[in-house]
C-alpha cells in the first residue's frame, strides 16, 4: 500500500478518536481518490468502510447501510477473505443495532405524525446519552464513549447546548480512565466553549475542574492550578455544590503531586465533608461512590504523611500503620461505632504528627533525656494538633492526637486528664501505641511475644489504661491472635463507605 494512502487512513482514525468526524471524512474521501488511482482495492474497501463506521457514529444508518454495501462489493474483489469477514461484520453490526434501536428512536412516529428533524435529533441525542450512562455505570467505558459520541453530534444538530455540555464533560472524564488524554482534554474545552455560551458559573467551573484534571495529567501542573483557582473563584463557598467538592479534591491531588501533603490533606478534607454536605441536603445517592473514592484519598494521603513522619522523625517503618491496624481492631473489638474507629484510624497515622517540629538531636536520642529536652518532646501532641487546625474532619482526630498521652490514672500529658475525661479515641491510641513502641527491636524491654508485652503493660503500667478497653485489647491479642504484620492495610476493608456510624443516620434523616 502506498506511503501516502497509509498515511490518509491513519490520519482518518485519529481524527475519528478525537471526535472530529468532519475532518476524518476528508481524510478518508482523499484515501479514496487516491486508492482509486493507483487501483488499490483494499485501500478503497478500507477507505469506504470507514466511512461507513463515521456515519454509524454520526447516526445516519441508511448512509452507513449503503456504504457498506459498497465495501462488500469491493472486498469481494479483492478475494481477501479477511477483509471480507470485517466488512461483513460490520454490516451485521449495524444491523443488529439498528434493529436494538428502532423501537426507541422512531416509535413516537406513527402516534405523533409528522416529527421535524430537530425533535427527532434531539430524541436521539437523549436516547444515546442515557444508553451512555447505563454503560458507564456498569464500566463498560469503551461503549460509554461511543453512545455519548454519537449523542454529541446528534445534539449538536439539535442546538441543544445543555446536552451537549453533558456529553463533554462525560466524555473528558471517561476518555481521560481510558488514558486517551489528547482527545479527552479537546473534549473538555468543548464542554468550557459551551459552558461559556450557556451561561451560569456553576457549569464554567464544572468545565474548568475538567481542563484543569486533564492538565494534571498531563503533567501541566502549574496551567492545572491556574485553572482550579479560576474555578473556585466563580463557586460560591458557603454554599456546598457537587463542583465545589470536585474542585477541592483535584486541588487535593494537585498538591500531592507538588508534595505539599497538609495542603493535599486540607482540600481532600474540604472535598469529603463538602460531599457529605450535599448528600445529606439532596439524598443523592450518585454521590455515595464519590464519597467513597474521596473517603480512600483522604486515608491514603493521612497514610502517606504518617510514613512521612516516620522518616522525619527517625520511627521505627511501620509505626503509624500499626497502630492504626490495631486500634480500628481495637475499637471493632469494643464495640465501638464505625464513625469513632474511622477517626481511631486517621488519628493512629497522623498521631505523631508535632515530632515533625521537634529538634532532630532530640529525636535521635537514646536513653534519658534532659528536663528541657524532655518537655521539648513532650509538646509534640499540641504541635501535631495545631498544624491539622485547617483541616475538616468528621471525628474527633484532633482531640485523639492531642490526647494520645495522656494516662487513664492522671499521669499522662499535656493536661494531666484522667478517667473518662480522656476521649475513647485517645484511650484507644494510647493502648496501641505503647504496645507497639514496647515490641520495637530497638526498644530496651522488648519481648519475643505478645503476651509477654501485655504482661509489662499489665505489671508496670497498672492503672494507665482504661481497664475496660484493656481488657477487649489483652482478649483481642490473645485469644483472637491478630495478626500484626502481613497484606497491605486498608481502612475500607473494615469499614464501609456509610458504615454504621453517624453519618448513615444523618442521611437517612435527611
Same mark, same amino acid.
Given at each position: 500500500?502506498?506511503?501516502?494512502?497509509?498515511?490518509?487512513?491513519?490520519?482518518?482514525?485519529?481524527?475519528? #478518536?478525537?471526535?472530529?468526524?468532519? /475532518?476524518?471524512?476528508?481524510?478518508?474521501?482523499?484515501?479514496?481518490?487516491?486508492?482509486?488511482?493507483?487501483?488499490?482495492?483494499?485501500?478503497?474497501?478500507?477507505?469506504?468502510?470507514?466511512?461507513?463506521?463515521?456515519?454509524?457514529?454520526?447516526?445516519?444508518?441508511?448512509?452507513?447501510?449503503?456504504?457498506?454495501?459498497?465495501?462488500?462489493?469491493?472486498?469481494?474483489?479483492?478475494?481477501?477473505?479477511?477483509?471480507?469477514?470485517?466488512?461483513?461484520?460490520?454490516?451485521?453490526?449495524?444491523?443488529?443495532?439498528?434493529?436494538?434501536? @428502532?423501537?426507541?428512536?422512531?416509535?413516537?412516529?406513527?402516534?405523533?405524525?409528522?416529527?421535524?428533524?430537530?425533535?427527532?435529533?434531539?430524541?436521539?441525542?437523549?436516547?444515546?446519552? #442515557?444508553?451512555?450512562?447505563?454503560?458507564?455505570?456498569?464500566?463498560?467505558?469503551?461503549?460509554?464513549?461511543?453512545? &455519548?459520541?454519537?449523542?454529541?453530534?446528534? +445534539?449538536?444538530? +439539535?442546538?441543544?447546548?445543555?446536552?451537549?455540555?453533558?456529553?463533554?464533560?462525560?466524555?473528558?472524564?471517561?476518555?481521560?480512565?481510558?488514558?486517551?488524554?489528547?482527545?479527552?482534554?479537546?473534549?473538555?474545552?468543548?464542554?468550557?466553549?459551551?459552558?461559556?455560551?450557556?451561561?451560569?458559573?456553576? !457549569?464554567?467551573?464544572?468545565?474548568?475542574? +475538567?481542563?484543569?484534571?486533564?492538565?494534571?495529567?498531563?503533567?501541566?501542573?502549574?496551567?492545572?492550578?491556574?485553572?482550579?483557582?479560576?474555578?473556585?473563584?466563580?463557586?460560591?463557598?458557603?454554599?456546598?455544590?457537587?463542583?465545589?467538592?470536585?474542585?477541592?479534591?483535584?486541588?487535593?491531588?494537585?498538591?500531592?503531586?507538588?508534595?505539599?501533603?497538609?495542603?493535599?490533606?486540607?482540600?481532600?478534607?474540604?472535598?469529603?465533608?463538602?460531599?457529605?454536605?450535599?448528600?445529606?441536603?439532596?439524598?443523592?445517592?450518585?454521590?455515595?461512590?464519590?464519597?467513597?473514592?474521596?473517603?480512600? #484519598?483522604?486515608?491514603?494521603?493521612?497514610?502517606?504523611?504518617?510514613?512521612?513522619?516516620?522518616?522525619?522523625?527517625?520511627?521505627?517503618?511501620?509505626?503509624? #500503620?500499626?497502630?492504626?491496624?490495631?486500634?480500628? @481492631?481495637?475499637?471493632?473489638?469494643?464495640?465501638?461505632?464505625? =464513625? /469513632?474507629?474511622?477517626?481511631?484510624?486517621?488519628?493512629?497515622?497522623?498521631? =505523631?504528627?508535632?515530632?515533625?517540629?521537634?529538634?532532630?538531636?532530640?529525636?535521635?536520642?537514646?536513653?534519658?533525656?534532659?528536663? @528541657?529536652?524532655?518537655?521539648?518532646?513532650?509538646?509534640?501532641?499540641?504541635?501535631?494538633?495545631?498544624?491539622?487546625?485547617?483541616?475538616?474532619?468528621?471525628?474527633?482526630?484532633?482531640?485523639?492526637?492531642?490526647?494520645?498521652?495522656?494516662?487513664?490514672?492522671?499521669?499522662?500529658?499535656?493536661?494531666?486528664?484522667?478517667?473518662?475525661?480522656?476521649?475513647?479515641?485517645?484511650?484507644?491510641?494510647?493502648?496501641? =501505641?505503647?504496645? =507497639?513502641?514496647?515490641?520495637?527491636?530497638?526498644? /530496651?524491654?522488648?519481648?519475643?511475644?505478645?503476651?509477654?508485652?501485655?504482661?509489662?503493660?499489665? /505489671?508496670?503500667?497498672?492503672?494507665?489504661?482504661?481497664?475496660?478497653?484493656?481488657?477487649?485489647?489483652?482478649?483481642?491479642?490473645?485469644?483472637?491472635?491478630?495478626?500484626?504484620?502481613?497484606?497491605?492495610?486498608?481502612?475500607?476493608? &473494615?469499614?464501609?463507605?456509610?458504615?454504621?456510624?453517624?453519618? !448513615?443516620?444523618?442521611?437517612?434523616?435527611?
Amino acid at each position: 500500500m502506498d506511503d501516502r494512502v497509509k498515511d490518509l487512513l491513519f490520519k482518518g482514525r485519529v481524527c475519528k #478518536e478525537q471526535g472530529l468526524f468532519e /475532518e476524518s471524512r476528508e481524510y478518508y474521501e482523499q484515501c479514496l481518490i487516491g486508492s482509486w488511482s493507483e487501483g488499490n482495492y483494499s485501500a478503497m474497501v478500507t477507505a469506504v468502510k470507514e466511512m461507513g463506521n463515521l456515519h454509524v457514529l454520526d447516526g445516519s444508518y441508511g448512509k452507513a447501510r449503503v456504504y457498506f454495501e459498497k465495501a462488500i462489493v469491493l472486498a469481494r474483489r479483492t478475494r481477501d477473505t479477511g477483509l471480507l469477514s470485517s466488512t461483513l461484520g460490520d454490516m451485521g453490526n449495524l444491523k443488529s443495532l439498528m434493529s436494538r434501536l @428502532e423501537k426507541k428512536v422512531w416509535s413516537g412516529r406513527a402516534d405523533d405524525g409528522y416529527i421535524q428533524k430537530e425533535k427527532e435529533w434531539k430524541r436521539e441525542a437523549s436516547l444515546y446519552n #442515557e444508553m451512555g450512562g447505563t454503560f458507564r455505570g456498569r464500566g463498560m467505558l469503551e461503549e460509554a464513549a461511543s453512545f &455519548y459520541s454519537r449523542s454529541v453530534r446528534m +445534539a449538536q444538530r +439539535a442546538g441543544d447546548e445543555e446536552l451537549l455540555f453533558n456529553n463533554c464533560l462525560a466524555l473528558s472524564t471517561i476518555l481521560l480512565k481510558l488514558s486517551k488524554r489528547i482527545p479527552a482534554g479537546n473534549f473538555a474545552r468543548r464542554a468550557l466553549t459551551v459552558a461559556k455560551k450557556l451561561g451560569g458559573e456553576e !457549569k464554567i467551573a464544572h468545565a474548568l475542574l +475538567a481542563c484543569a484534571t486533564v492538565d494534571r495529567k498531563t503533567g501541566g501542573l502549574k496551567k492545572a492550578e491556574r485553572t482550579l483557582q479560576k474555578a473556585i473563584a466563580l463557586c460560591d463557598t458557603s454554599i456546598p455544590t457537587h463542583g465545589l467538592a470536585g474542585i477541592h479534591r483535584e486541588l487535593g491531588l494537585l498538591a500531592e503531586s507538588h508534595g505539599r501533603w497538609r495542603s493535599a490533606l486540607h482540600h481532600i478534607s474540604r472535598a469529603y465533608s463538602t460531599t457529605e454536605a450535599v448528600f445529606l441536603r439532596t439524598g443523592d445517592m450518585v454521590l455515595e461512590r464519590d464519597f467513597g473514592e474521596i473517603e480512600l #484519598e483522604f486515608f491514603r494521603v493521612a497514610r502517606v504523611i504518617g510514613q512521612f513522619v516516620e522518616m522525619r522523625a527517625m520511627l521505627t517503618p511501620g509505626h503509624t #500503620e500499626r497502630v492504626s491496624r490495631l486500634g480500628l @481492631e481495637l475499637a471493632r473489638e469494643a464495640g465501638l461505632s464505625t =464513625d /469513632e474507629g474511622k477517626g481511631i484510624c486517621m488519628a493512629g497515622y497522623l498521631h =505523631d504528627l508535632g515530632k515533625v517540629k521537634v529538634r532532630k538531636d532530640v529525636l535521635a536520642r537514646s536513653g534519658e533525656l534532659s528536663r @528541657e529536652n524532655l518537655a521539648m518532646l513532650r509538646k509534640h501532641p499540641e504541635l501535631g494538633s495545631a498544624l491539622l487546625d485547617d483541616v475538616e474532619f468528621n471525628w474527633a482526630v484532633r482531640e485523639e492526637i492531642l490526647c494520645h498521652h495522656e494516662r487513664y490514672d492522671g499521669t499522662g500529658y499535656p493536661s494531666a486528664l484522667r478517667g473518662e475525661e480522656i476521649p475513647i479515641g485517645a484511650r484507644v491510641l494510647a493502648i496501641v =501505641d505503647v504496645f =507497639d513502641v514496647l515490641n520495637l527491636p530497638r526498644h /530496651e524491654k522488648k519481648s519475643s511475644t505478645g503476651r509477654e508485652v501485655v504482661e509489662i503493660m499489665e /505489671e508496670e503500667m497498672q492503672g494507665k489504661f482504661d481497664p475496660d478497653l484493656f481488657a477487649h485489647f489483652k482478649r483481642m491479642l490473645l485469644e483472637k491472635l491478630v495478626v500484626l504484620e502481613g497484606t497491605e492495610f486498608h481502612p475500607q476493608s &473494615y469499614l464501609g463507605i456509610w458504615g454504621s456510624g453517624s453519618s !448513615k443516620k444523618k442521611a437517612g434523616q435527611g
